[in-house]
């Protein structure tokens, strides 16, 4: 038969292999794994995901065999692991994130982690039957995202990772199964027609359901592929008069995916990934840089950070409504408001987990800062991951104007975290839930992924 755009990726992820995975391509995934872990085990600790762990057991009763992250002696089902942890990766918004935008890891490696429990003894797949798993979920979601123009921006309409991560967690789960190139082909078009969620509910609780939604429907999409359910055996090309994986975009230009070879480059090769210093919207880390430098400036000029003496906080921001938030009231709201990280950036030198409590939140002298904001939207800054900037400037009561301005963030895939600072990151989401061995054992396990026997011990 003619090849298709959809068999193309079926035929991908079937025929893939470890020997196809870069030194380059498995230090970096390596580093976005224990990095997702982190965070899910920090993101254990939220409201978020008491409500969703609450939800799975006392609603669902089945085979509890899968994991869940912080809770020591919890098991779920499968895919109710998946959800729960999806959820927890996601719940403070401290996950890494791609270019085009999506957030890559808590989208898959939560429905692997889960699947690797659920697999029998004599069949758990090995640590480098994982790492390739992760990273065929990694490239069916680069690959798919590159089809649209569109999603080079800072979307509009749909969340990404509720788009191609439930696609790149059935493509993923599809590789740890081992399904042939036909199952692989039903499990993408079952899968698409689990994905979407509105970009309304970002800055909500509602957000980190897609993430849990993303990994637990992928999953789900894998396993119905397993036992015989079909679906539309082109759901990735652009047929005229039929949407397929299409109806997500307006633009919508895919191609096929070559079969692996010796010669194959994985988008991660050519991509790194964002990993975020603080629990908030990637934008913000713009922002937040660019805020300590200008307070740098302020303390220089006046001896110490005094608020009476500023007149005017001028943002220089890209236009995003979703993240454009002049007075936030919840937590939820301000990780997503460019005013509120560079607010409390000025006023307390850093931006971390304590910064987005009810407390924090509240404080009389941040509301009497964010008073002081005036947004601006300059041309040339576009909502772009890879292109925009942010700018801080403080127009002080004596006329004088300091300036900071950031171009790139510590994290940002063209300035990368160092290993100190990842692992520095790690051990302190982990230690909210884990005791000091715990953590470094995971730590060892994820450097030396590949030589593990069983991957389910992760």
Known sequence: PEET??????????????????????????????????????????????????????LY????????????????????????NGVATHSMDFDDTWHPATHPSGAVLPALLAASQMLPPGTKPNGMDFLLAFNVGLEVQGRLMHFSSEAHNIPKRFHPPSVVGTMGSAAATAKLLSLSTAQCAHALGIAASLAGAPMANAATQAKPLHIGNATRLGFEAALLAARGMEANPLILDDIAGCSGFSAFYTIYQPKPLSTPSDHHEFLLE???????????????????????????????????????????????????KYINRPFPSSEHQARHSFQFNACAAL???????????ESSIHRQELRELLDKVVVEHPEDNVANFDKMYGEVALLLHSGDVLTGKCDTFYGHWRKPLSKESLLKKFRSNASHVLPEEKIETIITMVDNLENLSDSSQL
């Open 270 to 320: 050519k991509q790194d990934i964002a990993f975020k210093r603080f629990p908030a919207h990637l934008g913000m880390h713009w922002v937040v840089d660019a805020a300590l430098s200008v307070r740098n400036l302020f303390i220089n000029y006046a001896g110490s950070f005094s608020p009476s003496l500023i007149r005017t906080i001028m943002l220089k921001i890209p236009v995003s």
């Open 5 to 58: 755009v959809t068999s193309s990726f079926a035929s991908f992820i079937h025929a893939v292999r470890p020997e196809h995975l870069s030194k380059t391509v498995c230090h970096r995934s390596k580093r976005m794994i224990l990095d997702s872990i982190g965070v899910g085990l920090v993101g254990s600790t939220t409201h978020v995901f008491d409500i969703a762990l609450q939800y799975c057991r006392e």
């Open 347 to 357: 006023l307390d030198g850093e931006v971390g987990l304590s910064s987005f409590t």
């Open 61 to 84: 009763s089945s085979v509890a065999v899968s994991s869940v992250y912080g809770k020591p002696g919890v098991k779920l089902s499968p895919t109710l692991a998946a959800f729960t």
